[in-house]
């Protein structure tokens, strides 16, 4: 009862905290503390910035409470010692008690109407979860080498713009600018802390393996256009080694939130038969293609599919070390 009684209360009246994960930025921090503090919202709105300081050794907890004092009420600071933003991340989640939950990162400019953008559609009982445009920096420029005439070719600049017209999501949202409601993550649960970056990797999905699972479960997404964030993209973004490195760590991801999708029995070493098949096809591509922006994408395949060949092994390896008598002499004297 309490759940529906919250569902149909105006947007307007609903609390909302906005969880911002951080480590080692506090310049870009700054920036994006500056932007959603500059928030339009409605007079009555009850709303906070919670950041989750996730072990940094920077100046960031000193910029955190600058923002406290001089916007009392408005900001809150929170260390998360344990590494990996899917620990921060579901930190933030436990410490607030706001009914609806806005995600940013902390190198992003908001625009100042964001917020309430992302937001005003919980006045709908429908929807438990939208999500907004993720825009480059404006001093952006493409690069030569990269086609994107393809879905998704922005992806590892976290780019996200399905166009001006507002409508029901089929897809999940980018972690950067999306919002849920808090019941979703009592029925779904939180964010998988084997996705994400950490310290040791920088294997991501945390955000869109969430908002799939949502989906799958029946949840309905909004689409909003007029919710627009502006990522920062560092140089060392704009080249194809950074590209390759994550389109590797994303077929590494999809194995790893899917398991053997690939639709076959046959298997070679532990990986699918499909997916040699695969990268045989792609890289005759590459090899065969003289225009370097295509044939650079033929390239990506490739690292993606060795990507998830290489989690397929890495999966097998953890198996066979589970059920070893040796793995459980040394799980019993942990315990």
Request: aromatic share 12%.
């Amino acid at each position: 009862m309490a759940a529906n009684n919250t569902m149909n209360r105006s947007a307007e009246n609903m609390s909302i905290s906005v969880i911002l994960c951080t480590y080692n930025r506090c310049q870009s921090l700054r920036r994006a503390l500056e932007s959603v503090a500059a928030s339009r919202m409605p007079e009555n709105a009850v709303w906070k910035i919670v950041v989750v300081d996730n072990n940094s050794s920077d100046a960031t907890p000193s910029v955190v409470r600058e923002f406290e004092a001089k916007h009392p009420g408005r900001f809150r600071y929170i260390f998360e010692s344990k590494p990996g933003k899917s620990n921060a991340l579901n930190r933030g989640i436990a410490d607030t008690n706001a009914e609806v939950l806005a995600f940013m990162d902390d190198d992003v400019i908001v625009d100042p109407d964001w917020l309430w953008n992302l937001t005003k559609i919980f006045e709908d009982e429908k929807y438990v979860g939208s999500g907004g445009v993720i825009l480059p920096e404006t001093n952006f420029k493409q690069p030569k080498w990269l086609d994107t005439s393809y879905r998704y070719s922005l992806a590892p600049l976290a780019m996200f713009d399905l166009g001006p017209k507002s409508g029901e999501l089929r897809e999940p949202p980018f972690g950067t600018n999306m919002a849920f409601r808090r019941e979703v993550f009592r029925r779904f649960g939180v964010f998988r802390c084997d996705l994400g970056p950490h310290p040791d990797s920088e294997i991501r999905g945390e955000d869109t393996e969430f908002g799939m699972r949502v989906l799958q479960g029946g949840g309905r997404l909004w689409y909003e256009p007029a919710a627009v964030v502006h990522h920062e993209i560092p140089q060392k973004r704009l080249k194809p080694a950074y590209f390759l490195k994550w389109w590797f760590d994303k077929g590494r991801s999809e194995v790893r939130e899917n398991g053997s999708r690939h639709g076959t029995r046959w298997v070679v070493a532990n990986v699918p038969l499909s997916l040699f098949r695969r990268v045989l096809v792609w890289t005759a591509r590459w090899m065969l293609t003289f225009q370097s922006a295509p044939r650079f994408t033929a390239r990506l395949r490739v690292w993606q599919h060795c990507g998830a060949m290489t989690e397929y092994r890495s999966l097998a390896r953890s198996r066979i070390g589970a059920d070893s008598p040796a793995a459980g002499v040394a799980t019993g004297q942990q315990q």
